[in-house]
């Protein structure tokens, strides 16, 4: 998945994401790009820390100064990845990047409401030369889980499954059910307090 500090990211459209890809078995990274566009590049990783230390790996770019896109074309060589974001994220500009032959049309962020235009209209394969296969699909500005249950919801936050069957309750919403283990884990600080709020939005 792509993010970028411009349109900012936001922790429930991420979350959302992971959630579907929990529920479909999918490995995912966080894409992290334009960080030359931060003036705060530690707190941008500490924003990411809660991902990655539950397992989701993190990687920081930027097209403009080429940080971490070396990385990125090695980690994507003989591999088939999609590439999942919002509008105006930069995922064009990647993709111009690992395969620069194509020259696809890159628009800018709307000055007004600082999100992205639609670049990208069709899901389309192109093949990296270097091998592997990159899928880019549309951007999008929302992105709604109403076809998931409360069950899939809770499943996509994989850090809760060590806790969930450690409540007193089988049915427990982990909510304001008394001796809830998600929420004990939570107050001991091994459920970020983000995550447990994005979980109690989508929930509820």
């Known amino acids: 998945m792509v993010v970028a500090i411009e349109p900012h990211y936001q922790f429930d459209l991420i979350d959302r994401y992971l959630i579907v890809a929990e529920n479909q078995n999918l490995p995912i990274r966080l894409i992290v790009n334009k960080i030359e ?12 820390a809660m991902y ?15 940080i ?11 591999k088939t990845q999609l590439f999942l974001g919002q509008s105006g994220v930069g995922k064009s500009s990647l993709i111009n990047q690992l ?13 007004k409401s600082k999100l992205g235009k639609h670049t990208t209209t069709n899901t389309t394969l192109y093949h990296i030369p270097s091998g592997g296969d990159l899928i ?31 409540c007193k309750f089988r049915n427990c919403a982990h909510i304001n059910e008394p001796n809830c283990a998600v929420k004990n884990a939570l107050e001991a600080g091994n459920i970020h307090p983000k995550r447990y709020a994005s979980y109690l939005t989508l929930i509820t």
Do not use: C, M, W
Not at 39 to 46: A, D, G, L
Not at 68 to 78: R, T
Not at 100 to 107: A, G, K, M, Y
């Open 37 to 48: 566009l931060s003036n705060n590049i530690k707190q941008v990783k500490s924003d990411f």
């Open 52 to 66: 990655e230390a539950i397992g989701y790996p993190v990687s920081y770019l930027s097209v403009r100064t080429q």
């Open 68 to 78: 971490g896109i070396a990385v990125l074309q090695a980690q994507l060589n003989n």
């Open 99 to 111: 395969i620069p032959e194509l020259n696809l049309r890159v628009n800018e962020i709307s000055t």
């Open 136 to 166: 880019d699909s549309p951007g999008v500005r929302e992105f709604h889980l109403d076809n998931l249950s409360d069950k899939e919801i809770l499943s996509g936050f994989k850090e809760f499954k060590a806790f969930v069957n450690q």
